[in-house]
C-alpha cells in the first residue's frame, strides 16, 4: 500500500514538474511565434472562423504529427501511382493541419499545379489541377497567412511561369481559360492608345461601394437592384452572367447575332432590364459594384492595389496572366515588409516582375472572342503592346541604378560593369525599337534608340550604335539574313494581321494605324524596285484584298488560327466596299464552315448590299 | 453442435447488446455517408466516387477490425477476469467448443454489420453512379453542345463500375540473342579463358582457384554464372528504351473485341535515366497484330508516375493478341520500362459480384483478427490482448512500408543491422499475415478484378512456379506456396483451444 502512495506521489510531483514546465515555455514560444510574424491577429481570426480547421488543430493532440506524416505519404505515394481522385482533399487536409506553416502550402499547390497537371493529359484536367493550385494558396493559404511573401511568391510564380511562359505544352489552355474567366468579371479594357481609358475603366470598380447597403444609399441604384431582386437575380456572380449575356456591352457580350432571344418571361424580363437605356446609369453603377464584390471575395484582390499597378507600370489587361503576376509578386512585398510600389523593384521579386513586364510588352494587347462550344475557354489572340515599353524601361534602369550605387550612396554609372542586367536591358530595347519602328511609333522608337546610345544611360557600344535609327533598323535586319523582298513581304502581312485582328476586336486606332504602316511598306519596297520590274509587287488593295480572302477561308496557310466567330466579326467590320469585293471570293467556303458549327451563315455573314 | 450453436448464439446477442457496438454503428453510419455527400475528390465525377469507395470501403474495415478486437478481447478476457466462465466450465461444453463458440458469434454479427455496410457503400455508390457529370450538367443546362467522348462517364464505367484482370506483357523472347552473345564471347576470347577469368575473379585465393579450375563440375558452375550474369544483363537492356528508338510490348490471353466490346486500359510508368528530369517526351502506338492500327499517339508524360490511356477492343486480334510500341522522344534520355510496368487492363467481370468478393476479403480479416483476440485473451487481460492484437493489426497494416524500409541494399554490403531488421520483419511476417496485400478498397476503386484465386490464398493456399520476386527458398525447392489469413486463423483458434485447455481456471487458495 505504501508502495503504491509512493508511486502515485512521484507520478504526480513529476506531472507537476512537467506541466510546470510547459506552462514556462510557452510564453517565450508565443513571443517567438509573433517575432517570426507566426501568429498575426488577422491569422488567427482567420481560423477562430473556420471551424473545421479548429477542430483539426485541437482533436488529434498528440497525433497531429504522426497523421501529417502519414497523410503526407499517402498522398505523394497516390501521386506516384498516378491516383489523382483523392489529390486534393488529402493536400487541403494536410494544410489544414499545419496552417500557420506556408512552406507545407506552398509545397502542395506547387505540387498540383506543376507535379499532377503535368501527370494529366486532357485540357481539362490540366487546368484543373493549375486552377486547384492557385486556389489552394489565393483562397486558403493567403487567407490563413495574408502577410506571407513565400506564398504571394509562389502564386505570381504559377501566373508568371506555369501560365504565362511556354514550358508547359497547355500553356495556350491556362491563357485562354484565364483570359474567360477575367473576360466574364471585367471585360475587355476600352480600346485606346492613351493608357488612362484603361485605367478609368478600373478607378470605376475602385470607387464602387464596398456594401450593398453603400450601393443602396443611391436611389437609383437601390431601384435597379429592387427590380433585379423582382427577377429572382442577386447582385452578385450571376448578375454578371446575365450582363455578359444580354447587354450587348461590346466590351463584355458575345456578339449579338449568337445570343439567342431570351424564350421563358424571366429571361425576358432580366434582357429588358440589361439593355434598357433609361436604366444605363443605374446599370452601370450595380456593374462596378458587382465586379468589384467578385474581385475581392471570389479571386481575393485589392482593386486598389490593381489600380496603384496601372498607374504605374500602364494600361495591364487582366485577362492577361502576366498582370497577375506582377500584382501578386508585388502585393506580397507590400503586405509582408510594408513596401510601397516605390520601393518595390525586379531584385525583390526575383525574375516575376521584370519578367511580367517585358512578357506584357510581347503579350500584352489581348482580343478575346467567344467560344459557343466552350464559353470558359474563348479564342485568343495576344498581340504586342509597345504601352509597356516605357515602364519595362524606367523598372531596368531602376534595378541599375540600385546595382551600381556606390558604398558612400552616391550614384554610380549604368555602363559599369556591377550593372548585370545593361546587356539584357539593351536586348530588350533593341527588340523594341523593332517593334515600335514597324509598328508606327518611330517617334517612340527614336527616344529609346537615344536611351541606348546616350552616354549617361546605356552608352551601348559598337558600329551599329553609331548609325541613325533607319541605319540601325537597316542592320538589324541585314544581321537577320532575310533577303529584303521577304522581309517586305513578312512586314507587310505581320501589319495586316494586326490591323484585321484589331478591326475583328473592335480596336479601330489600332486597325488605321497597322493599315497605315501596312500601306507605307508597300510603297517603300514599290519604291525599292521600281527598277526591277520582275519584282515590282501587286496594287496593294489586291494585296489586300487576298489578304482578307486567306484570313477568312484559310488562315492556317499563314500560320493563323482563326475561329469562325472572329471571322464574322471581321467580315462585319469591313467597310460595304471591302465586303462587295470579298463576299463572292469566300461566301461558299463560309457558308459549308458555319453548316459544320450549327450557325446560321446569313446572320454571321449577311451578303453586302448591291453596288449602285 | 448444439452447444457450439448455443455459445454462438449467446455470444451474438451478448456482443449485440453492448454499447461499443452502437457507438461504432454510429460512427460507421457517420463515415459512409459522410463519405458518400461530402467528399467530392477532385471535382469529377469519377474521382467523387472513387473517393467514396475508396473512404467508406476503408473506414469500414477499420471500424469494423477495431470492433472486433474490442469485443472479442473484451468477451474471453471478461469471461475469465469475473468468473463467468465458472457457471460455462461447469457444463457439459468443451473448451473447444467454448473458443469455437466465442469466435463463430463475433464472426457472425461483424458479417452481419459487414453486408449492411457494403449494402450502404453499395447503394450510394450507385445512387452517385446516375448523377451527371460536368458535361452532361452543361448539356442538360443548354450551354455547350454535348462533346462526345465524355471521358468522365468512360472513366465511371470503364474504369469504376466494373471488374478489369491484369495483363503483363510476354517477357522478351532472348534465348536467341543469348546464344548468340555467348557464341561470340567464345569466339572472341575462348571457353577456358572466360571461365578462367571468372574464377579469378570470384575467388582470390590462386591455389583454390587453380583447384576449382580442375574440376569440371566447378567449371560448368561457373560457365552456368557466366550465362546467367549475361542472361540477367540482356533482359535489363531489353528493357530500356534509348532516345529515337522504341520497344514493342506483347500481351496475350486477352480477350477478342467481338467477345468483349468494353475500352481496355494501358497503365504505365517511365522511369528516366537521367535524374531531375520529370516531363518526358514520348509517343504510344497500339497495333492489332491482324488488323487496323492507329497514329503514334504523342505524349508528355510524367516521369515516374503512373499514366494511363484508354484503347479500342477492336486492338485486340481474334487470338487474343494485342501489340503496344512505346518511342522514345526524349533526346539525351534513356527511358527503362521495368515488366510490370506497362499493363493492360481488361474487363472480365461485373461490379457486383467483384464488390461481394471484396466484402470476403474484408471478413476474412475480421476472422483473422478474431482469432488472434481468442488466441490472446484465453491467457492475457484485457489490456495486455488489445494492445497486442492492436499490435499485429497495425504490423498488418503497414507490412508493405516495413518491407520497403528493411529490404537488403542492392548495392554494397549490407550492414549488420540491415541483416538483422530485414530477417527479423520476415520472421515476423511468417506469423502475421501482410494485410497490404490485397487491399480491397484499392482493388475496388481501380475496378480490379479479385480472382478466385485471390481468394482462395486468403482463405487456404495456393501452390505456384516461384518468380522474379520470390525468395531463395522457394526458388531453391521450384514452389512457391503462398497463404494469407484463413490459415492463420484456424492456427490460432488451434493455438488458443490449445491454451485454454491446459488452462487452469480456478486455483487452489
Request: proline letters at 5%; charged letters at 25%; hydrophobic letters at 40%.
Amino acid at each position: 500500500m505504501l508502495r503504491e502512495r509512493l508511486i502515485q506521489l512521484v507520478m504526480l510531483l513529476v506531472a507537476g514538474a512537467a506541466l510546470t514546465g510547459a506552462a514556462m515555455i510557452s510564453r517565450p514560444i508565443k513571443s517567438q511565434r509573433v517575432e517570426l510574424k507566426l501568429l498575426t491577429v488577422t491569422s488567427d481570426e482567420s481560423i477562430a472562423k473556420n471551424p473545421r480547421t479548429v477542430l483539426l488543430q485541437v482533436a488529434p493532440g498528440g497525433l497531429r504529427a504522426p497523421m501529417l506524416s502519414y497523410l503526407w505519404m499517402r498522398s505523394q505515394q497516390l501521386k506516384e501511382d498516378g491516383k489523382f481522385f483523392d489529390a486534393q482533399q488529402l493536400r487541403d487536409l494536410i494544410c489544414d493541419l499545419s496552417p500557420h506553416f506556408p512552406g507545407v502550402w506552398a509545397f502542395h499547390a506547387w505540387d498540383m499545379a506543376w507535379n499532377i497537371s503535368v501527370a494529366t493529359h486532357t485540357p481539362e484536367e490540366r487546368w484543373m489541377w493549375v486552377s486547384n493550385g492557385i486556389r489552394l494558396l489565393r483562397d486558403r493559404g493567403l487567407y490563413y497567412n495574408p502577410d506571407n511573401l513565400v506564398l504571394h511568391k509562389e502564386l505570381a510564380w504559377i501566373f508568371f511561369s506555369k501560365m504565362g511562359q511556354r514550358t508547359d505544352d497547355m500553356h495556350m489552355t491556362y491563357k485562354r481559360r484565364w483570359a474567360g474567366e477575367m473576360h466574364r468579371v471585367l471585360g475587355a479594357p476600352p480600346f485606346s492608345d492613351s493608357p488612362d481609358t484603361a485605367v478609368e475603366a478600373i478607378r470605376l470598380i475602385v470607387n464602387a461601394p464596398y456594401t450593398l447597403a453603400k450601393l443602396n444609399a443611391d436611389a437609383a441604384s437601390a431601384d435597379f437592384v429592387k427590380r433585379l431582386a423582382g427577377c429572382d437575380v442577386k447582385p452578385d456572380d450571376e448578375f454578371l452572367n446575365y450582363y455578359n449575356l444580354y447587354s450587348g456591352a461590346p466590351l463584355a457580350s458575345p456578339p449579338k447575332w449568337l445570343v439567342k432571344e431570351p424564350t421563358d418571361d424571366k429571361d425576358k424580363k432580366i434582357a429588358n432590364l440589361m439593355q434598357a437605356e433609361e436604366l444605363s446609369d443605374a446599370r452601370a453603377k450595380v456593374l462596378a459594384f458587382v465586379r468589384r464584390k467578385v474581385l475581392v471575395e471570389k479571386y481575393r484582390m485589392n482593386p486598389d492595389w490593381m489600380l496603384e499597378l496601372m498607374k504605374l507600370y500602364g494600361p495591364m489587361d487582366w485577362r492577361n496572366v502576366n498582370s497577375h503576376a506582377i500584382y501578386w509578386s508585388t502585393l506580397g512585398l507590400h503586405k509582408a515588409e510594408g513596401k510601397g510600389l516605390s520601393g518595390i523593384n525586379a531584385l525583390n521579386t526575383g525574375r516575376t516582375l521584370l519578367g511580367g513586364l517585358k512578357s506584357l510588352t510581347r503579350t500584352g494587347l489581348v482580343y478575346c472572342t467567344y467560344n459557343p462550344d466552350n464559353p470558359e475557354e474563348p479564342f485568343v489572340d495576344f498581340l504586342p503592346d509597345c504601352r509597356f515599353v516605357e515602364a519595362t524601361h524606367r523598372e531596368y534602369l531602376k534595378c541599375g541604378r540600385i546595382l551600381v550605387k556606390k558604398p558612400s550612396g552616391k550614384p554610380g554609372r549604368l555602363d559599369s560593369s556591377k550593372n548585370m542586367l545593361r546587356d539584357g536591358h539593351i536586348t530588350f530595347l533593341s527588340n523594341a525599337i523593332q517593334q515600335m519602328y514597324f509598328g508606327g511609333w518611330e517617334k517612340m522608337a527614336r527616344y529609346y534608340y537615344d536611351q541606348i546610345r546616350d552616354e549617361d544611360v546605356l552608352n551601348a557600344k559598337g558600329d551599329i550604335y553609331k548609325r541613325d535609327l533607319h541605319g540601325f533598323i537597316r542592320e538589324k535586319r541585314r544581321q537577320s539574313g532575310v533577303p529584303t523582298t521577304e522581309m517586305s513581304s513578312a512586314l507587310l502581312t505581320a501589319a495586316l494581321r494586326r490591323a484585321y485582328r484589331a478591326l475583328a476586336g473592335g480596336n479601330h486606332d489600332d486597325y488605321l494605324r497597322s493599315r497605315a504602316l501596312a500601306r507605307r511598306v508597300h510603297r517603300e519596297y514599290r519604291k525599292s524596285v521600281a527598277g526591277k520590274p520582275r519584282l515590282k509587287p501587286p496594287p496593294f488593295r489586291k494585296i489586300e484584298r487576298n489578304f482578307l480572302g486567306i484570313m477568312l477561308v484559310r488562315p492556317r496557310a499563314m500560320g493563323l488560327e482563326v475561329p469562325l466567330i472572329t471571322k464574322a466579326n471581321l467580315y462585319n467590320a469591313l467597310s460595304p466596299t471591302m465586303q462587295q469585293e470579298i463576299y463572292p471570293l469566300v461566301a461558299e467556303r463560309l457558308r459549308r464552315q458555319c453548316q459544320a458549327e450549327r450557325i446560321d451563315f446569313n446572320t454571321a455573314f449577311p451578303a453586302p448590299a448591291k453596288k449602285n | 453442435m448444439r452447444n457450439i450453436w448455443a455459445v454462438t448464439r449467446q455470444t451474438f446477442i451478448q456482443c449485440a447488446r453492448t454499447r461499443i457496438i452502437v457507438v461504432f454503428c454510429l460512427l460507421l453510419a457517420i463515415c459512409i455517408l459522410g463519405t458518400g455527400f461530402k467528399m467530392t475528390g477532385d471535382g469529377t465525377l469519377k474521382g467523387r466516387i472513387q473517393t467514396f469507395l475508396s473512404y467508406s470501403t476503408s473506414l469500414t474495415q477499420l471500424l469494423l477490425c477495431l470492433v472486433t478486437i474490442f469485443l472479442t478481447t473484451s468477451i474471453i478476457t471478461s469471461d475469465i477476469r469475473h468468473k463467468y466462465i465458472f457457471t460455462v466450465a461447469s457444463k457439459p461444453l468443451a473448451r473447444w467448443q467454448y473458443v469455437l463458440g466465442r469466435w463463430c458469434g463475433v464472426v457472425g454479427l461483424m458479417g452481419l454489420l459487414l453486408i449492411i455496410a457494403l449494402g450502404s457503400i453499395y447503394l450510394l455508390s450507385q445512387h452517385l453512379r446516375k448523377q451527371p457529370t460536368r458535361i452532361e450538367r452543361e448539356a442538360e443546362s443548354g450551354l455547350t453542345q454535348p462533346k462526345k467522348p465524355d471521358l468522365d462517364r468512360l472513366g465511371v464505367e470503364n474504369e469504376i463500375f466494373t471488374a478489369r484482370d491484369t495483363h503483363l506483357p510476354e517477357p522478351p523472347d532472348i534465348e536467341k540473342v543469348l546464344r548468340k552473345k555467348i557464341k561470340q564471347l567464345i569466339e572472341e576470347r575462348g571457353k577456358d579463358n572466360l571461365i578462367r577469368d571468372h574464377i579469378n575473379k570470384t575467388v582470390p585465393d590462386k591455389a583454390q582457384a587453380e583447384k576449382m579450375l580442375s574440376h569440371p563440375d566447378t567449371r560448368q558452375q561457373a560457365f552456368d554464372q557466366i550465362e546467367s550474369a549475361l542472361r540477367e544483363q540482356i533482359i535489363e537492356d531489353a528493357h530500356l528504351v534509348r532516345p529515337g528508338k522504341a520497344i514493342v510490348l506483347t500481351f496475350t490471353g486477352l480477350k477478342p473485341a467481338s467477345a468483349d466490346e468494353s475500352l481496355l486500359q494501358i497503365r504505365y510508368k517511365l522511369n528516366p535515366f537521367k535524374s531531375g528530369k520529370t516531363t518526358l517526351a514520348g509517343a504510344w502506338q497500339v497495333v492489332n497484330p491482324d488488323g487496323p492500327t492507329d497514329p503514334p499517339m504523342s505524349r508528355s508524360e510524367s516521369a515516374k508516375t503512373t499514366s494511363s490511356f484508354m484503347i479500342a477492343p477492336r486492338f485486340v486480334s481474334e487470338e487474343g493478341r494485342l501489340t503496344v510500341f512505346y518511342f522514345n522522344l526524349q533526346p539525351e534520355t534513356i527511358v527503362k520500362i521495368q515488366p510490370r510496368d506497362v499493363v493492360v487492363l481488361q474487363r472480365v467481370g461485373g461490379f457486383e459480384s467483384n464488390f461481394a468478393r471484396a466484402g470476403l476479403l474484408i471478413l476474412i480479416r475480421l476472422m483473422f483478427l478474431a482469432a488472434v483476440s481468442v488466441l490472446f485473451g484465453v491467457f492475457l487481460s484485457f489490456p495486455i490482448t488489445s494492445l497486442a492484437v492492436m499490435m499485429i493489426f497495425t504490423v498488418g497494416t503497414i507490412s508493405a512500408f516495413l518491407h520497403d524500409a528493411t529490404r537488403l541494399p542492392r548495392q554494397g554490403e549490407p550492414s549488420a543491422f540491415e541483416y538483422f531488421s530485414h530477417y527479423l520483419v520476415k520472421g515476423i511476417f511468417i506469423a502475421v499475415p501482410t494485410f497490404s496485400r490485397t487491399s480491397a478498397s484499392d482493388l475496388l476503386v481501380d475496378g480490379e478484378y479479385i480472382a478466385p484465386k485471390t481468394l482462395i490464398r486468403e482463405y487456404l493456399v495456393t501452390f505456384q512456379q516461384p518468380g522474379t520476386d520470390s525468395g531463395r527458398f522457394w526458388k531453391t525447392i521450384n514452389l512457391e506456396i503462398q497463404t494469407g489469413m484463413g490459415l492463420r486463423t484456424l492456427l490460432a483458434l488451434a493455438v488458443g483451444w490449445l491454451i485454454f485447455r491446459r488452462r487452469e481456471l480456478a486455483g487452489i487458495s
